[in-house]
């Protein structure tokens, strides 16, 4: 069974430009969470997505936007990219809502932001 | 305030040797807690899933203990291997008002031969 894919691996932009993020979860998985992880801050949780629905946001600006497709696939898009943005944004899926304990989170490699 | 401490922040140790890493905890009302394994570069692995009831929990030669009512967690490498060098992170969940995560900020571990 395929993993989490994640796509670009990486990406370079600059101040005030948009990016998109794609995320793939491994097949018949239906959660589908969003984290930045910097060297200063950690891991942070950005959104969930099920079935199509955001179902639990992290503390960030409205600048993060995210959404779930109907084959579960997720987009995370950022608007008006900051430097503090620069940062590994990793997606996990799961088969259920990712807070239960019975629903074990797989991550993808991630996508390494670069905001110049 | 809900938070996820994690000691020690770093740590060196020789090969074949055993080590703990320690997670403290203030996050109410506690769901569930889990460590992760992550190598450079790439995303966590899921090591461990513990919740309020089960107070120990091993994966291989990864054993997680979980004391609820002191709020805190360690994990137990034995006989540590190379491969073992990685950040090790420990992350609580709370439930109502809906799935939150508390991270911790991760103890880097360094197995040298």
């Known amino acids: 069974k395929a993993g989490v894919t994640q796509t670009p691996r990486y990406l370079i932009k600059t101040r005030g430009q948009q990016v998109t993020l794609s995320c793939s979860p491994i097949s018949g998985h239906r959660s589908v969470s969003w984290y930045q992880q910097t060297p200063g801050q950690g891991l942070q949780f950005l959104f969930e997505y099920f079935s199509e629905t955001q179902r639990n946001k992290g503390n960030f600006p409205g600048r993060f936007s995210g959404r779930q497709f109907s084959n579960s696939r997720s987009e995370m898009n950022v608007s008006t990219l900051e430097l503090g943005d620069s940062a590994l944004y990793l997606c996990?899926?799961?088969?259920?809502?990712?807070?239960?304990?019975?629903?074990?989170?797989?991550f993808g490699p991630g996508t390494r932001l670069t905001v110049l | 305030k809900n938070q996820v401490e994690q000691s020690p922040q770093s740590l060196i140790i020789l090969e074949g040797k055993n080590c703990t890493l320690q997670c403290n905890y203030t996050v109410s009302p506690f769901s569930n807690l889990r460590w992760y394994k992550q190598d450079t570069g790439r995303g966590p692995v899921s090591l461990t899933i513990?919740?309020?009831?089960?107070n120990t929990k091993s994966n291989g030669r990864y054993t997680a203990t979980l004391d609820a009512d002191t709020k805190q967690s360690s994990l137990h490498i034995t006989a540590s291997q190379l491969s073992d060098s990685a950040s090790y992170i420990c992350?609580?969940?709370?439930?109502?008002?809906?799935?939150?995560?508390?991270f911790g900020t991760g103890t880097s571990l360094t197995v040298i031969p």
């Open positions: 992350v609580v969940s709370a439930n109502p008002p809906g799935n939150q995560f508390y």
């Open positions: 996990a899926s799961s088969l259920g809502t990712s807070g239960r304990a019975r629903n074990e989170q797989f």
């Open positions: 513990m919740t309020f009831s089960e």
